[in-house]
């Protein structure tokens, strides 16, 4: 049991949780979070709170932000906004196609190896861009290193709001990409239209993969659909499934109506249950 608070470098970006220490920031609050590069600033979004889980592995806040660091903060954000549109213009000039996702610098010392500028893109193909990190360099005065992002990646750094409504999972909470499967969408019964089941990043959707432990296990123990089953308001067949339900429809021999049972009703193990224990 022990302390976190949540804070995010950018308004609604990913959220970071960290052991507040003697600390007690409050919402709006800027912070300084321990970084590979330093401390950097960033904005409390949840206050410090009690929680259930052991936070020994947390890492914990470097402090509150000061002014010092606030104007610090600032001249980053300023020299990130002239490399995007440095960066922009010089594409453009050497004709590549490339589109620039993020920028990301660094105000280091002479000793920690001077500033540092990374340009992150995206592009169809591999690219040549050696003659634009000569340019770059040239222009910024710094160190220049460009990375190329999948699609994937390039969804999770840019953000935005996916067909439910809400902040792409991807941009908020997920820190893996995990495997999924066209197999997942056709098991949910979705339809295998590209528009419904892809996301922002034009891959399939990975909000596929949460609900399809579900959908395997109700396979596994409910009636397939044309089955004959025994229902409490007759016999029938199986014409279709409803998982969120845990139920299936079925098609009554007598007068051809449908109804929709509980899965436990039909299946087979629980019939035989009941049939023993309330003989």
Known sequence: MGMLCAVSFNRYGRLYYLDPGELRPQV??????PTDDGPEVAECVWAAQWVSEDTDGFPKLAGLAGEDDLRRDEALRRRKAEAKVAAKRLIRAHGLPMKVVAIDHVLGS???GGERTTVYF???????FRSLVRDLGATLHCRVELRQLSARDSARVQGGIGSCGRDLCCATFLTDFEPVTIRMAKDQDLP???LRISGACGRLMCCLKYEHPLYQRFQESAPPVGARVSTPEGDGRVVGHSVPRDSVTVRLDADGSRCSCSRASVCAPRQAHDQHYNA
């Open 192 to 194: 295998l239209n590209p």
């Open 28 to 33: 709006g609050d800027k912070v300084l979070v």
């Open 122 to 128: 995206t592009a169809p193909h591999r690219v040549d």
């Open 110 to 112: 002479a000793e920690a």
